[in-house]
């Protein structure tokens, strides 16, 4: 018995908080290429912030992955905690070089974004994110196919959305094939129509491994 009491205790002071509860990391999808995941920990965290709703949690991050306006109204997150971090795309990537930044409660790496059509490629990232417990969330950002792709691959992603409007992006074939590449264990679009927040005609379109339509709006669980 105080074998056990002692384990449990040693759990209690060593996870997280917030993981000692058993919380599951949730995502909430904003709408067109807004997303916001709340950790294990209760950590909120912000990408490309523009659409949809569900501003209101206090920031502990925020990631911006290029300039575009679509991408960088981070005005509408006025609630943020003590210590918010904000990462734009210009501090994540410099010189050629794209970086990583761990906070603890995640891990956020900046990959290759870009394309020929809108975005430049040396001013434009995507993220990938491990959070605390693991959990791997893969955010595209404006981009066509990248030379890194297919190393991504490797990395065993949990999560991974692929733009796909077709106009200043790939188009939902070439975000198929890029799913492809990427084999995540999930599949989502996004980003798949200028002007709105969801296409639910495109998005049954989106052909890749594990693929899963989420919603604007929707929250999902992360396991």
Known sequence: MKKLLSCMLCMLLTCPAGMAEGKAPKLLYQGHGSLRIVTAEGKVIYIDPYA??????????????????????????????????????????????????????????????????????????????????????????????????????????????????????????????????VNAKHSIPYHMAPGRLFDAERAALFDGPGRMIVAAGEEIELK
């Open 52 to 181: 949809g709703e569900g501003y209101d949690l206090p920031a502990d991050l925020i990631l911006v992955s290029h300039g575009h306006s679509d991408h960088t109204a981070v005005d509408l997150i006025t609630n943020r905690a003590e210590g918010c971090r904000m990462i734009w795309y210009t501090d994540a990537l410099t010189d050629g070089e794209y970086g990583t930044f761990d906070l603890g409660f995640a891990r956020v790496e900046a990959v290759q974004a870009g394309n020929n059509k809108n975005h430049d490629i040396n001013v434009c990232v995507g993220w990938l994110i491990t959070l605390s417990n693991g959990i791997t969330v893969y955010a595209t950002g404006d981009t066509s196919t990248t030379d890194q792709m297919a190393d991504l691959a490797e990395r065993n992603i949990d999560y991974a959305f692929f733009v796909c409007d077709g106009k200043f992006n790939m188009d939902m074939e070439e975000a198929s094939a890029c799913a492809r590449l």
